[in-house]
């Protein structure tokens, strides 16, 4: 049942955002009742936090099984960056970035987003550092890898309003032959 509501959370979150997902909608998504929807999450802030997170380390878990499957040699960069790709564009990421700007002007929403999203970040950025295979005490290497999230981030952003994925190819085919080049 929780995990019902988490995905019918995730789901009204990317579709209709944070404004229009109401936890009677998530309730009625998930097939429960209301009663016990309000058992496992009395609050809405609640619900949407529980969700993105529970979402999020789904997807995390995919990422480490499709690391399993990337190519060695000079095509890795790339696959690598295709996976954070498809990471960042995922409902996922819609749903988060829901979260984001309702959390901008919501403190207790802020308050249970800001260590959430933290604790994602460094994870991601420690798995990128891994599938990258670079070593982050050289100089300018923790930069780069910081850098290559927020591009594939920014990218995402630009591919909820309209479908930018063209574009964001021929960008991260470029930024691969960067990485490559200043990386190795």
Do not use: C
Not at 4 to 26: C, H, I, M, N, Q
Not at 40 to 49: G, I, M, S, T, W
Not at 163 to 170: L, T
Request: glycine share 6%; proline share 3%; aromatic share 4%.
């Amino acid at each position: 049942m929780r995990t019902r509501l988490l995905d019918a959370t995730v789901e009204l979150l990317a579709e209709r955002g944070f404004a229009g997902t109401s936890t009677t909608l998530v309730s009625q998504r998930a097939g429960v009742s209301r009663g016990a929807q309000l058992h496992h999450f009395p609050a809405k802030n609640d619900l949407v936090v529980a969700a993105v997170e529970y979402i999020t380390e789904a997807r995390g878990e995919a990422l480490k099984e499709a690391a399993g499957a990337l190519p060695e040699g000079g095509q890795r960069t790339r696959h690598v960056l295709a996976m954070l790709a498809e990471q960042v564009t995922s409902p996922v990421f819609a749903a988060a970035l829901e979260l984001w700007v309702a959390a901008r002007t919501d403190e207790q929403l802020a308050a249970a987003v800001g260590p959430l999203e933290q604790r994602i970040g460094r994870e991601l950025h420690r798995a990128t550092v891994e599938l990258l295979d670079v070593d982050e005490k050289k100089p300018g290497v923790r930069e780069l890898v910081q850098a290559t999230l927020d591009l594939v981030r920014g990218l995402a952003l630009a591919d909820t309003i309209t479908d930018d994925a063209a574009r964001r190819e021929r960008i991260l085919d470029h930024w691969a032959e960067v990485l490559e080049r200043e990386l190795r």
